[in-house]
T-cell receptor, first 111, second 115 residues
Framework: AQSVTQLDSQVPVFEEAPVELRCNYSSSVSVYLFWYVQYPNQGLQLLLKYLSGSTLVKGINGFEAEFNKSQTSFHLRKPSVHISDTAEYFC?????????FGTGTRLQVFP | NAGVTQTPKFQVLKTGQSMTLQCAQDMNHEYMSWYRQDPGMGLRLIHYSVGAGITDQGEVPNGYNVSRSTTEDFPLRLLSAAPSQTSVYFCASRLHKRTGGNEQFFGPGTRLTVL
């Protein structure tokens, strides 16, 4: 069965510092992996996705993620965060049909 | 395109009342789904549909019914609301019934409180 684990429920960081949000997945079949962002009181927006090919995926707003099959991870990174990156971030995986989410990581950026 | 729309934005119900959360998309997407979002639990799949006339259960289907009579609409029904159904509900759609890595588009959500 498919599952997604986000290892940190909250990540506080100062503005302009780098950040990594961790995500591990498990699946017995090939998966597609996604990161979504949810700004306060809004719906979800796709940041980036991994389908196949290059393991380093670049997304919007300067975010990138690296797919690591041996460690079954798909960690999200940004080299320098802004106050506007404060939001909740969800990692998700899908096989052939259902999209399954992790429990989310709240990124709080402080000035 | 309006994308994925949901109504109402907010709703307060009393225990035992029934209601329908509306969801519509104008992108001719095959696949539609409903999630609930609760603090610390992420988004959990309630029901999904791979096309008109076809629905299936997700992770947390109990207490909810769905139908898909048209490609555009996918309403979620609460037959007898319970306080445990207090949550934020999101409808989502994507182009194809098989993921193929297709992006799933989300509506703005409905915040439901059951007293």
């Amino acid at each position: 069965a498919q599952s997604v684990t986000q290892l940190d429920s909250q990540v506080p960081v100062f503005e302009e510092a780098p950040v990594e949000l961790r995500c591990n997945y498990s699946s017995s079949v090939s998966v597609y992996l996604f990161w979504y962002v949810q700004y306060p009181n809004q719906g979800l927006q796709l940041l980036l996705k991994y389908l196949s090919g290059s393991t380093l995926v670049k997304g919007i707003n300067g975010f990138e993620a690296e797919f690591n099959k041996s460690q079954t991870s798909f960690h999200l990174r940004k080299p320098s965060v802004h106050i506007s990156d404060t939001a909740e971030y969800f990692c998700a995986s899908s096989g052939t049909d259902k999209l399954i989410f992790g429990t989310g990581t709240r990124l709080q950026v402080f000035p | 395109n309006a994308g994925v729309t949901q109504t109402p934005k907010f709703q307060v119900l009393k225990t035992g009342q029934s209601m329908t959360l509306q969801c519509a998309q104008d992108m001719n997407h095959e696949y539609m789904s409903w999630y609930r979002q609760d603090p610390g639990m992420g988004l959990r799949l309630i029901h999904y549909s791979v096309g008109a006339g076809i629905t299936d259960q997700g992770e947390v289907p109990n207490g909810y019914n769905v139908s898909r009579s048209t490609t555009e609409d996918f309403p979620l029904r609460l037959l007898s609301a319970a306080p445990s159904q207090t949550s934020v509900y999101f409808c989502a759609s994507r182009l194809h019934k098989r993921t193929g890595g297709n992006e799933q588009f989300f509506g703005p959500g409905t915040r439901l409180t059951v007293l």
